[in-house]
């Protein structure tokens, strides 16, 4: 079992939906939590990131963690198809090593 | 440069040929880090420098693997006697403090072995 799950899609929407994006995780000594967007043929960006349980909102995005269930979201609102891009959830621990842990990314098309 | 800059953006190699990746980071960004990414999958971390040493190394696959740092400056990714498993995209990431999720990473080295 991967110690990061991620559905890979694709995901297709149409422009203005709302987008869900999970991932869930088996490490209970994962921390901090990060969602990186990637376009294609382009490193990841870092796009959100949250500390332990709760919520951030930032814009039109809002990262959920819910350390109970080990289960983290993103939420895209009023989509663009400029969010069209693959989304990774990465993790890592406090103590940890400096490395970060990926899931495998959803693929995501907003449609015009 | 302003971003992290890695060479080359693609590469194809015979299989069982030595291949060198480089990374540029960002000026004063102490920490660095390879990953790999595989077609369809998420990274997978392979080493990472503080400086010019490599305290976490545990993501190398195999001892065909190797990496080097010079200073807190440019960084090699080095494989040897290629296999065809090692085709995916090398991405180089950089960071001010170890530690930090602020990681910039650069575009990536297409390697496929054919």
């Known amino acids: 079992q991967k110690e990061v799950e991620q559905d890979p899609g694709p995901l297709s929407v149409p422009e203005g939906a709302i987008v869900s994006l999970n991932c869930t995780y088996s490490?209970?000594?994962?921390?901090?939590f990060m969602w990186y967007r990637q376009y294609s043929r382009k490193g990841p960006e870092l796009l959100m990131y949250?500390?332990?349980?709760g919520n951030k909102e930032d814009g039109r995005f809002t990262a959920q963690v819910d350390k109970s269930s080990k289960y983290i979201s993103l939420f895209i609102r009023d989509s663009q198809p400029s969010d069209s891009a693959t989304y990774l959830c990465a993790m890592k621990s406090v103590q940890g090593a400096q490395k970060l842990v990926f899931g495998q990314g959803t693929r995501l098309t907003i449609n015009p | 440069g302003a971003g992290v800059s890695q060479s080359p953006s693609n590469k194809v190699t015979e299989k069982g040929k030595d291949v060198e990746l480089r990374c540029d980071p960002i000026s004063g960004h102490t920490a660095l880090y390879w990953y790999r990414q595989r077609l369809g999958q998420g990274l997978e971390f392979l080493i990472y420098f503080q400086g010019n040493s490599a305290p976490d190394k545990s993501g190398l696959p195999s001892d065909r693997f190797s990496a080097e740092r010079t200073g807190e400056s440019v960084s090699t990714l080095t494989i040897q006697r290629t296999q065809q498993e090692d085709s995916a995209v090398y991405l180089c990431?950089?960071?001010?403090?170890?530690?930090?999720?602020?990681?910039?990473f650069g575009s990536g080295t297409r390697l496929t072995v054919v």
């Open positions: 949250t500390y332990s349980s």
């Open positions: 990431a950089s960071s001010f403090v170890p530690g930090s999720y602020g990681y910039t």
């Open positions: 490490n209970s000594a994962f921390q901090y």
